[in-house]
């Protein structure tokens, strides 16, 4: 493949971009068009079986059902779990306005478990209130929004890109989102977009951390979702917020696959050690919960296992339905590789690697409540915006509010800034100047060993400052990175976002000097909790220097009062950059122990044997002998004569 001209661009126009076709993607596109603007949507694979809900989901987990719930429960609920360190403005949105996007997922097709009354079938997984509600056909989720959006009047207004991979968001000279840059992932032809407002719906970081079973693409989340749209909005000068807050999730051993006891639960499973014991008093995910998972399986008491062995024929037949045919639908096929059945083998679990997701954790870009980001006319929302514990149902609302405030502008019309599509056409096409270099699978599993040996908890100030210096390093191995078709360059742009994912991940949790949120952030330097000091959001961004900074921002004043929490207010502080600290190989020097043996004395000549053979090569090498010269000394029966040689 040779490198196109910047010249020859496909020149793309529209008022509002959507980069990412999942699930807030597509709620974004069809409510910026219902709102009368013209859409454009890119997908770097296909709409129609993209992003983490293209397998279908088992179930809604935070649906506050008007008479089964209150807004204002949930939202203490999800500040509890998240030790205080939530804009509740956020999560209120996803409360309040989650049950109108329930029914409208249904008047779209989708159907939500209901009882024999005709209500729905919430459950209870959280320490308090009842918001799971099941999806009994929710394998086709994905299928049902890509209807609406090929829907005769959505067609008028949503143009679909398929295969398109944005690698940066443009600004203009005021800082403003004004389009983006990227190439088509078949073609390689480099794209172009001018656009009124911009809204970044890629997802999480799945790609972080490595897995256990060291597939690159085997890990919990949706391995396309590699940290695109956290990598795009930190360098278009967006606040990113909470990325020290990893998520962490309980898994199947070696199938790398949710266990899904939040799913089990209201069926009456549950998750117990290798005794039968039951370990947790809730099986709501938290990373205080994780932190007593961790403990257990490093016990004596593990492994641990989610026991649904004991559970009656109607349950366990209940849970094969949802759990082998949504989301992860080789789950039955892995267990009857091994001779397991629910109703004879209880589940072994395990623990993933690392990521970054506001949706199930606390980490990403930091929106407003209309998904809005720090960077004018530029949004984010799902798994890739802040808003802790958002889920599917909070993706929707946050890509619903996205699409409702971008449809306010219309398409850009200026000059496109010719440095920045310079530098995305660099970050594109680079690896086609050196197509032998080193592949990327290679490159990226390097990168993320190091993830998994520095910056996993649990963390240190010496093992993060370690982090940083390996990803460094790594800048030279993107550099010489080499690549032949348009998929390779997909995957190597993918690398660069995972580069600068793990930067933020380790830097962020150096600059948080305490333990929080259990698991997620556990520093052993810094083994206790500090409200004193430590009861704000970090947030980082870049800096005018290209160095990235931080500043700690205190916690709004709550909307729903939450008992043993209280937010002080205060200025923001700035922190500014934070650097690795020195670790030596092997301790300070001054350190080192000093030896007691008795000193050896040192001849003035180097000690050379007499050895006739010896004394013929020391002459030979007088005259600079070439290898052949050396081969007969080299294969000498005497072990002096060969070290000699060598």
């Not at 219902?34 to 709409?47: I, N, Q």
């Not at 089964?68 to 949105?93: H, K, L």
């Not at 397991?340 to 589940?347: E, L, N, S, V």
């Not at 970090?538 to 500043?551: I, N, P, Q, R, V």
Request: charged letters at 25%; aromatic letters at 8%; one cysteine or more.
């Amino acid at each position: 493949m040779q490198i196109p001209a910047l010249a020859d661009a496909e020149e793309l126009s529209c008022d509002v971009l959507v980069v990412g076709g999942g699930t807030a993607g597509t709620m974004a596109a069809l409510t910026a068009a219902e709102h009368g603007a013209s859409v454009l949507l890119l997908e770097k694979a296909h709409v129609r079986h993209s992003g983490a809900l293209a397998m279908g989901m088992d179930g809604v987990n935070n649906a506050v059902i008007p008479g089964r719930a209150e807004p204002d429960d949930y939202v203490a609920e999800i500040t509890r779990a998240n030790d205080g360190i939530v804009d509740q403005s956020t999560v209120r949105q996803t409360a309040t306005r989650g049950f109108g996007m329930v029914r409208r997922l249904e008047s779209y097709g989708v159907k939500f478990e209901k009882d024999e009354h005709g209500e729905y079938a919430v459950r209870q997984v959280h320490r308090s209130g009842s918001y799971v509600l099941p999806m009994p056909e929710g394998k086709d989720v994905k299928k049902v929004l890509y209807r609406q959006l090929r829907r005769r009047e959505m067609r008028e207004r949503i143009r679909i890109e398929n295969r398109v991979m944005p690698v940066r968001v443009l600004t203009g000279d005021d800082g403003r989102a004004i389009g983006a840059a990227g190439f088509n992932t078949r073609t390689g032809q480099f794209v172009t977009v001018r656009a009124g407002a911009v809204i970044l719906a890629t997802g999480a970081c799945g790609r972080l951390g490595l897995p256990a079973s060291g597939y690159l693409y085997g890990t919990y989340e949706n391995p396309t979702n590699a940290g695109d749209g956290y990598a795009m909005a930190y360098h278009a000068g967006a606040e990113l917020t909470g990325i020290e807050c990893f998520q962490i999730n309980p898994l199947i051993k070696d199938y790398n696959g949710p266990a899904c006891a939040y799913v089990a639960n209201p069926f009456g499973g549950y998750q117990v050690n290798r005794h039968g014991e039951r370990f947790v008093d809730s099986d709501y995910w938290s990373g205080q919960m994780m932190a007593e998972f961790a403990a257990e399986v490093a016990s004596d008491r593990g492994p641990v296992y989610l026991k649904l062995s004991h559970l009656p024929e109607e349950s366990v037949s209940a849970l094969e339905t949802i759990l082998h045919s949504t989301e992860r639908p080789t789950r039955g096929t892995f267990h009857a590789g091994r001779g397991h059945d629910y109703r004879t083998h209880d589940i072994e679990m395990h623990i993933s690697e690392i990521g970054l997701c506001g949706g199930h954790s606390a980490s990403g870009v930091r929106v407003d409540d209309h998904a809005r980001t720090t960077v004018d006319r530029l949004y984010a929302a799902g798994d890739l915006a802040c808003v802790p514990h958002n889920y599917m149902i909070g993706a929707f609302v946050f890509g619903d509010l996205a699409g409702a405030d971008a449809a306010r502008f219309t398409a850009y019309e200026g000059e496109l800034p010719t440095e920045q599509l310079r530098a995305a056409h660099e970050l594109v096409y680079r690896p086609l100047r050196n197509p032998d270099g080193p592949p990327q699978p290679q490159v990226e599993y390097k990168l993320r060993r190091f993830v998994n040996d520095y910056v996993a908890p649990p963390k240190s100030g010496a093992r993060l400052s370690i982090a940083l210096e390996s990803f460094e390093r790594m800048r030279t191995d993107l550099a010489e990175m080499g690549a032949k078709t348009p998929h390779e360059l997909m995957r190597c742009a993918e690398v660069s976002f995972i580069r600068d994912c793990a930067e933020m991940a380790a830097r962020s949790s150096l600059a948080r000097t305490e333990s929080r949120w259990g698991l997620y952030h556990e520093r052993t330097d810094h083994p206790e909790r500090d409200d004193a000091d430590w009861f704000h959001h970090l947030d980082l961004y870049k800096s005018a220097s290209g160095a990235m900074e931080f500043t700690a921002r205190p916690v709004a004043p709550y909307l729903v009062p939450v008992e043993g929490f209280e937010p002080a207010g205060g200025p923001v502080r700035r922190i500014g950059a934070v650097e690795p600290v020195g670790v030596g190989t092997a301790g300070a020097r001054e350190a080192a122990p000093v030896s007691v043996r008795p000193p050896v004395e040192t001849a003035s000549e180097p000690a050379v044997s007499t050895s006739p053979r010896i004394l013929e090569l020391l002459a030979l090498t007088e005259g600079e002998p070439d290898l052949a010269s050396l081969a007969p000394y080299l294969d000498d029966p005497d072990a002096a004569v060969r070290r000699a040689a060598v």
